[in-house]
């Protein structure tokens, strides 16, 4: 069976610190993986998504840039942390042909 | 960009159904309708999904309107498990991204 990966549960980080959010996917092979960043109170926000190995496509122009280095793992990354940076951030995986997105448990970030 | 409009809460009594409107007037001929839910600090879980016919799973049941204008989610006996923020999104079935609004919040009240 499929199943998702996204580490850290929880982060605190000071404002100009690196960020590096990993997540990891299991079972399926080539799928379209995502990142989302959810603001308390807000709906859910597309990020990052991509199709393929080094395949990335910005949502949103942002201090956030992501990474596919190999086909099952994608990582979400900051060189500077911003306080508006804060939030909830969720990875997720799907397959061409079915409609079904599978997020994982999410991490939650708080810059300080 | 979300191209769907949804009421940002409801309320429903235990037991009874539960019907979620979102509009999308602005859908194309090869989008789906699909519903996701957001229970409080975990990932949307997929729901249901359509085309144009109206559809039924073991979780709810989806009305599509005759022009795919609009469309309801039915929850046909809410219970305090179901208290969770409902996401309707309009993608080709093929595409790439997944676009969530705001989504309708619902609280089941007891």
């Known amino acids: 069976s499929q199943t998702i990966h996204q580490w850290p549960a929880t982060l605190v980080q000071p404002v100009g610190s690196p960020l590096s959010l990993e997540c990891t996917v299991e079972?399926?092979?080539?799928?379209?993986l995502y990142w989302y960043r959810q603001a308390a109170g807000r709906g859910l926000q597309l990020l990052f998504y991509?199709?393929?190995?080094?395949?990335i496509s910005s949502e949103v122009p942002q201090n956030l840039s992501a990474s596919r280095p190999q086909d099952r793992q994608f990582i979400l990354s900051s060189k500077k942390l911003l306080l508006s940076d804060s939030g909830f951030y969720l990875c997720?995986?799907?397959?061409?042909?079915?409609?079904?997105?599978?997020f994982g448990q999410g991490t939650r970030l708080t810059v300080v | 960009d979300a191209k769907t409009t949804q009421p940002p809460s409801m309320d429903c009594a235990e037991g009874r159904a539960a019907n979620l409107p979102c509009n999308h007037s602005?859908?194309?001929?090869?989008?789906?309708v699909y519903w996701y839910r957001q229970i409080h600090s975990q990932g949307p879980q997929y729901i249901i999904h359509?085309?144009?016919n109206n559809e039924t799973n073991e979780m709810a049941s989806l009305i599509i309107t005759e022009d795919r204008k609009s469309s309801t989610l039915i929850l046909p006996h809410a219970t305090l498990r179901d208290t969770a923020v409902y996401y309707c999104?309009?993608?080709?079935?093929?595409?790439?991204?997944?676009?969530f609004g705001t989504g309708t919040s619902l609280t089941v009240i007891p």
């Open positions: 359509g085309l144009k």
């Open positions: 991509s199709v393929g190995i080094g395949q």
């Open positions: 999104i309009v993608r080709p079935h093929t595409g790439n991204q997944f676009y």
């Open positions: 997720a995986w799907s397959v061409e042909g079915f409609p079904e997105a599978f």
């Open positions: 602005t859908i194309s001929g090869n989008e789906y």
């Open positions: 079972g399926t092979s080539n799928p379209n």
